[in-house]
């Protein structure tokens, strides 16, 4: 394990991280925290343009996440079992306070056991599964929707 401490674009980063190389394919394990994240600093995470080449098809002004495909490639090239805690999270698009996140990577199946924000004054608590390892990615996702004050997420919306 090393320990690993720096910073990403304005977001800091900090936790142990290992890789095995050994391992076809290689794996990851990290256990990592932010007390600043900011969502725009992990777009080259989720396939957002980082200012390069645009991206083929850029996210509708509605949508969080960019609409490109999903690399089947990349999800197959290593397992990983990644732990992730963000204390508090700057984004453009939603009011999020705090995320935990556990990852789960095996042989083309990504698996977020636990992919929880604080929002609103109340919580999204959420289970997904990505299976890729046919042509085609198939999700499954649970997400549950826990005391939220919506009217706190429609008076930021009009802002």
Same mark, same amino acid.
């Given at each position: 394990?090393?320990?690993?401490?720096?910073?990403?674009?304005?977001? !800091? #980063? +900090? &936790?142990?991280?290992?890789?095995? *190389? /050994?391992? %076809? $394919?290689?794996?990851?394990?990290?256990?990592?925290?932010?007390?600043?994240?900011?969502?725009? !600093? #992990? +777009? &080259?995470?989720?396939?957002?343009? *980082? /200012?390069? %080449? $645009?991206?083929?098809?850029?996210?509708?002004?509605?949508?969080?996440?960019?609409?490109?495909?999903?690399?089947?490639?990349?999800?197959?090239?290593?397992?990983?079992?990644?732990?992730?805690?963000?204390?508090?999270?700057?984004?453009?698009?939603?009011?999020?306070?705090?995320?935990?996140?556990?990852?789960?990577?095996?042989?083309?199946?990504?698996?977020?056991?636990?992919?929880?924000?604080?929002?609103?004054?109340?919580?999204?608590?959420?289970?997904?599964?990505?299976?890729?390892?046919?042509?085609?990615?198939?999700?499954?996702?649970?997400?549950?929707?826990?005391?939220?004050?919506?009217?706190?997420?429609?008076?930021?919306?009009?802002?």
């Amino acid at each position: 394990m090393s320990q690993l401490k720096g910073v990403v674009g304005k977001s !800091d #980063l +900090g &936790g142990d991280s290992s890789v095995d *190389l /050994g391992q %076809k $394919p290689q794996f990851i394990k990290a256990n990592l925290v932010s007390n600043n994240l900011y969502m725009a !600093d #992990l +777009g &080259g995470f989720i396939g957002a343009n *980082l /200012g390069g %080449k $645009p991206a083929d098809k850029p996210p509708p002004s509605n949508k969080l996440l960019p609409i490109e495909p999903f690399s089947l490639e990349k999800l197959r090239a290593a397992n990983a079992d990644v732990k992730f805690r963000a204390a508090k999270i700057m984004t453009q698009k939603m009011p999020l306070e705090k995320m935990d996140v556990h990852m789960l990577v095996e042989n083309g199946t990504l698996k977020l056991s636990l992919l929880n924000f604080s929002v609103v004054g109340g919580s999204l608590e959420s289970h997904i599964q990505m299976d890729g390892r046919q042509q085609r990615i198939v999700t499954h996702a649970g997400i549950v929707a826990k005391g939220l004050h919506l009217d706190k997420l429609i008076c930021l919306r009009k802002k």
